[in-house]
């Protein structure tokens, strides 16, 4: 039995194909893990705030030194953190926009992040503290990007590998539905995403 967390980053709802794809990945997950659970965090419907001062300060003020200004500010970056260690496999829903992920998604990595939590500097460098995570990346774009001339445009697929490595998530696959304005293509384009998916 695995507990999934489903990051949702897509406001297409049931037209979304990172969320139609991300909703296979764990349909396979379940089918491989019998009576594993699912949380959903749907970032459209509850946005995490860009970062400011209050937040920077919040982050970096002791729990028993903050104000209930800070521990407001502190708790959507504790929440977020909180399902993460909660889980066992997360999968992240990402559309490509303009080359990257949309800003929902940055938000919600901006808030995980934080020194002394989930990644910590020592004298041999930086070492992420969230371990034994199973992160399956779903990405979908209109155009392709996985190879050919385009793939160099491609910022979401490496940000989001560095980024979860650097905090110690590495064991990373990444699924794509590409092709979905491509005429000739993107009739098979979500099937031919789904059935590229392996549940290791």
Known sequence: MKKILHIISSPRGEASFSIKLGKAIIE??????????????????????????????????????RTPELVAAVKHSEEAISELIDADIIVIGAPLYNFSIPSTLKTWIDHICRAGITFKYDANGAEGLIKGKKIYIALSSGGI????????????VPYLKNMLSFLGMADITVVRVEGTSIPGIQNDALQKGIDSVQIN
């Open 145 to 156: 990007y996985s190879e050919g001339p385009m793939q160099e445009m491609d910022y979401a």
């Open 28 to 65: 396979k997950i379940q089918a491989a893990n019998p009576g594993s659970t699912l949380k959903v965090h749907d970032l459209t419907n509850s946005p995490f705030p860009h970062l400011e001062e209050v937040h920077l300060k919040s982050f970096f003020t002791p729990a028993e030194s």
